[in-house]
């Protein structure tokens, strides 16, 4: 040691101290040079900012130096021990050595196995937040669309969307509510992210712009109200509008222009033509596609009958009705989205009275009250008025019996809530039913249930068609409880779908309506041979 310090030093003061620097730069590389030939693995690793989950193991592996021995060199390295002493009788053979080094292997290849450190799968990206970033991108790409070019990636991807099970933890959404949930949720993230809606000023009130919050047609009300003040969908930019919303009030025009007793509605179709015409004059927007990109929201009974007098009103506008009968040749299902229809009694507690009883605490297995409209009504009380006690269908409930149990009541003491149509297919009962977390009995043929397009109404509700009404009873207690009780926890799940908040949330009445509408628009898109670079 005293040695190596006496060369150091007699360096030091011998050699000239600027050229000190240069050479231990070279011993300091040539040093580092010599380690790297020397190391059992490698110092690089493949530049690469998204690892490889499913090789890294793969990969790791290769890094590691073998430790394991092969058989056939041990065995020649060692060849056969020859006999040192007589006495000690040890003579091994070429087959124990063999033998001895399997073992040595095996020991080797768990040892192996043991210091493989796994990698953590926190820091490896999952797919769904590079998703998550990628319709980032895709969005700001988006802007640079025209309306119609945006339709069409949105139409792609819904087309493309596959089996997601992070959609199935998603709290809320409950999948069996849906036809498919993975397409429901990329659906609705693309209508909240593309989706621009512009609403016509033309129209004086209370016909226009004036929604009706009270009573069985409030749906469209309470629809005109959130569509109207809505930040996040509405434009003032017509070029940059996806959809064009005609924001009249069905029941607006029916309590203004009907004349009582007269039995003539042709001057409230006579109006709407009238309407849309002035429409076509003074914008092009219409004349563009002749309707089709156009919508209206109406519950009235009579919605469906107001626009025949105009053709591409009733052929070509997408039609979100209460009413929906495909037997009337106005509404095309498909194309027209079945519009809820709700009793709102007081508009600003539009949630009162929600909820229901426990299963235990529904002796009724079937009610029905209310007035002989219609051709069903009549047939139901002719085959189960007063013939079974767990059987309670009755006409108008009277002040007497309402007193002892109100109508609200015998549907939270049902399990099953009897919806048969009146003068016209659609009836409130079935969304009463929902918020008392009753399952629907409906009753009308050529009825097309609401929001139909997205939801499973075979998972919360029952459809029996009007020439089984005598088999009603039959009907329902063939349904194993078991199936029933996953029907009522359905429609419980379902409850949030059909809430008008006083200020609209996800997933809520008003969205859900949007998004069908928004739906039956991407259905009209026709991509073929169009080609988008949005990445």
């Known amino acids: 040691?005293?040695?190596?310090?006496?060369?150091?030093?007699?360096?030091?003061?011998?050699?000239?101290?600027?050229?000190?620097?240069?050479?231990?730069?070279?011993?300091?590389?040539?040093?580092?040079?010599?380690?790297?030939?020397?190391?059992?693995y490698q110092l690089t690793t493949p530049n690469s900012s998204v690892p490889d989950a499913y090789h890294f193991d793969v990969n790791l592996k290769s890094q590691i130096t073998p430790l394991i021995r092969d058989i056939q060199s041990e065995t020649t390295k060692l060849g056969p021990v020859t006999l040192l002493n007589s006495s000690s009788q040890l003579v091994h053979s070429s087959a124990a050595v063999q033998e001895k080094v399997k073992v040595n292997v095996k020991a080797t290849q768990r040892r192996n196995q043991m210091d493989i450190i796994k990698p953590n799968d926190s820091t490896i990206p999952s797919p769904t937040s590079f998703n998550q970033r990628r319709r980032k991108r895709s969005m700001r790409d988006l802007k640079t669309l025209s309306p119609y070019e945006a339709l069409v990636y949105a139409k792609e991807e819904i087309d493309t969307v596959l089996f997601d099970k992070d959609d199935h933890d998603d709290p809320n959404l409950y999948a069996p509510l849906f036809r498919n949930v993975s397409v429901f949720k990329r659906s609705y993230e693309l209508m909240e992210l593309i989706l621009k809606v512009y609403i016509y000023e033309d129209g004086k009130r209370p016909i226009f712009h004036t929604p009706y919050l009270r009573g069985?047609?409030?749906?469209?009300?309470?629809?005109?109200?959130?569509?109207?003040?809505?930040?996040?969908?509405?434009?003032?930019?017509?070029?940059?509008?996806?959809?064009?919303?005609?924001?009249?009030?069905?029941?607006q025009l029916q309590r203004t222009l009907y004349v009582p007793d007269s039995h003539n509605i042709k001057p409230l179709s006579f109006f709407l033509r009238d309407y849309v015409n002035k429409l076509a004059s003074k914008y092009p927007f219409w004349n563009r596609t002749h309707g089709s990109d156009h919508f209206l929201v109406a519950c009235h009974d009579w919605g469906p009958y107001t626009?025949?007098?105009?053709?591409?009103?009733?052929?070509?506008?997408?039609?979100?009705?209460?009413?929906?009968?495909?037997?009337?040749?106005?509404?095309?299902?498909?194309?027209?989205?079945?519009?809820?229809?709700?009793?709102?009694?007081?508009?600003?507690?539009?949630?009162?009275?929600?909820?229901?009883?426990?299963?235990?605490?529904?002796?009724?297995?079937?009610?029905?009250?209310?007035?002989?409209?219609?051709?069903?009504?009549?047939?139901?009380?002719?085959?189960?008025?007063?013939?079974?006690?767990?059987?309670?269908?009755?006409?108008?409930?009277?002040?007497?019996?309402?007193?002892?149990?109100?109508?609200?009541?015998?549907?939270?003491?049902?399990?099953?809530?009897i919806c048969p149509m009146g003068y016209?297919?659609?009836?409130?009962?079935?969304?009463?039913?929902?918020?008392?977390?009753?399952?629907?009995?409906?009753?009308?043929?050529?009825?097309?249930?609401?929001?139909?397009?997205?939801?499973?109404?075979?998972?919360?509700?029952?459809?029996?068609?009007?020439?089984?009404?005598?088999?009603?009873?039959?009907?329902?207690?063939?349904?194993?409880?078991?199936?029933?009780?996953?029907?009522?926890?359905?429609?419980?799940?379902?409850?949030?779908?059909?809430?008008?908040?006083?200020?609209?949330?996800?997933?809520?009445?008003?969205?859900m309506i949007l998004h069908s509408i928004w739906l039956s628009r991407l259905n009209q898109v026709i991509f073929v041979g169009i080609g988008l670079n949005v990445t």
């Not at 020439?467 to 329902?476: G, R, V």
């Open 424 to 511: 016209e297919v659609n009836s409130p009962r079935i969304v009463e039913a929902i918020y008392y977390e009753c399952v629907p009995v409906i009753i009308a043929d050529n009825f097309v249930p609401p929001l139909n397009e997205v939801l499973n109404w075979s998972a919360f509700s029952v459809i029996v068609a009007e020439n089984d009404i005598p088999k009603l009873k039959e009907i329902l207690l063939a349904i194993p409880m078991k199936r029933y009780r996953t029907m009522q926890y359905n429609v419980k799940m379902l409850q949030r779908h059909f809430y008008w908040n006083r200020i609209p949330v996800k997933y809520d009445m008003f969205h």
């Open 216 to 251: 069985i047609y409030s749906s469209e009300g309470w629809f005109m109200k959130f569509m109207e003040s809505s930040k996040q969908f509405v434009t003032k930019d017509p070029e940059r509008a996806h959809l064009f919303y005609l924001p009249y009030s069905a029941r």
């Open 307 to 417: 626009l025949k007098e105009h053709k591409e009103l009733t052929n070509n506008t997408i039609k979100a009705l209460c009413n929906a009968d495909t037997s009337e040749g106005v509404f095309i299902a498909g194309k027209d989205v079945s519009l809820p229809e709700t009793t709102i009694g007081n508009p600003k507690r539009p949630l009162r009275n929600m909820g229901g009883r426990k299963i235990s605490q529904r002796p009724i297995l079937a009610f029905f009250a209310g007035e002989m409209h219609g051709r069903v009504r009549p047939l139901l009380l002719k085959h189960w008025a007063n013939k079974d006690e767990k059987m309670i269908i009755s006409g108008p409930m009277s002040y007497k019996t309402s007193q002892t149990m109100s109508y609200s009541l015998h549907m939270k003491s049902s399990k099953y809530c």
């Open 1 to 40: 040691m005293n040695k190596i310090l006496r060369v150091i030093l007699f360096l030091m003061f011998r050699i000239n101290r600027k050229k000190l620097l240069p050479i231990g730069a070279v011993i300091t590389i040539t040093y580092a040079l010599f380690q790297m030939k020397t190391l059992p």
